[in-house]
């Protein structure tokens, strides 16, 4: 601690400047830089929403979405997400339980990223199948907004089980510490916003789509 007065300034107050660092523990910001994040993402997401709404109905003369979507399979396809979300929160569990196993842990981990994977792969067999029958992106603003959409969220799970697949190595070469709990917790809001995401395309874009 400095103390210095305002004698040169024609005052006797003195001012006191602290210049000793203050402590910052590891990760202490790291929630509310994530939350930031998150709230980013949002934006992208109401932004990619926006203009589903306003070009949604524009068919360009080809199909929409009553000849293009099954829904038994979107259902099966959301179906494996919300899975994946629920394995991750008994992954979480098993993470705070006393003396948790890192094998019971990745074996929960390996589930989720199986189940996120698998709603992957319905996803680019959806697809392929609509750029098969000539439904591409190209062929309307409808089409266009729709595989922004759709894709971007698909690339936000793409990511987030290559985030998966890291912290699976980092618990068996680390272990169960605050480094690597404050990651899975990271991962855990990511994943589960991305359900969220979801539920908001099922409901507006496939089952608004096929059943207005």
């Given at each position: 601690?400095?103390?210095?007065?305002?004698?040169?300034?024609?005052?006797?107050?003195?001012?006191?400047y602290?210049?000793?660092?203050?402590?910052?523990?590891?990760?202490?910001?790291?929630?509310?830089?994530?939350?930031?994040?998150?709230?980013?993402?949002?934006?992208?997401?109401?932004?990619?929403?926006?203009?589903?709404?306003?070009?949604?109905?524009?068919?360009?003369?080809?199909?929409?979405?009553?000849?293009?979507?099954?829904?038994?399979?979107?259902?099966?396809?959301?179906?494996?997400?919300?899975?994946?979300?629920?394995?991750?929160?008994?992954?979480?569990?098993?993470?705070?339980?006393k003396?948790?196993?890192?094998?019971?842990?990745?074996?929960?981990?390996?589930?989720?990223?199986?189940?996120?994977?698998?709603?992957?792969?319905?996803?680019?067999?959806?697809?392929?199948?609509?750029?098969?029958?000539?439904?591409?992106?190209?062929?309307?603003?409808?089409?266009?907004?729709?595989?922004?959409l759709?894709?971007?969220?698909?690339?936000?799970?793409?990511?987030?089980?290559?985030?998966?697949?890291?912290?699976?190595?980092?618990?068996?070469?680390?272990?169960?510490?605050?480094?690597?709990?404050?990651?899975?917790?990271?991962?855990?809001?990511?994943?589960?916003?991305?359900?969220?995401?979801?539920?908001?395309?099922?409901?507006i874009?496939?089952?608004?789509?096929?059943?207005?």
């Open positions: 601690m400095n103390a210095q007065t305002h004698e040169d300034f024609g005052g006797a107050t003195p001012v006191f602290d210049l000793d660092e203050h402590d910052h523990p590891a990760g202490g910001s790291t929630a509310l830089g994530f939350w930031m994040y998150l709230m980013s993402d949002c934006l992208i997401f109401a932004i990619l929403f926006a203009c589903y709404a306003v070009l949604g109905h524009s068919y360009g003369g080809g199909p929409g979405p009553k000849q293009l979507f099954e829904l038994p399979l979107v259902a099966l396809n959301t179906a494996m997400l919300l899975l994946s979300s629920l394995t991750y929160g008994f992954a979480m569990l098993t993470l705070e339980r003396g948790a196993s890192v094998r019971a842990v990745q074996g929960w981990l390996i589930l989720t990223g199986l189940f996120g994977l698998a709603f992957l792969c319905i996803e680019l067999y959806e697809f392929s199948h609509l750029i098969h029958d000539g439904a591409g992106p190209q062929r309307s603003a409808f089409l266009s907004s729709f595989f922004t759709v894709g971007t969220h698909g690339l936000h799970v793409t990511f987030g089980l290559i985030w998966l697949a890291t912290l699976v190595v980092q618990l068996g070469t680390h272990g169960i510490g605050p480094d690597n709990k404050r990651r899975l917790m990271c991962l855990g809001m990511f994943w589960h916003f991305l359900d969220v995401i979801w539920i908001g395309v099922f409901t874009v496939y089952l608004m789509g096929v059943l207005a």
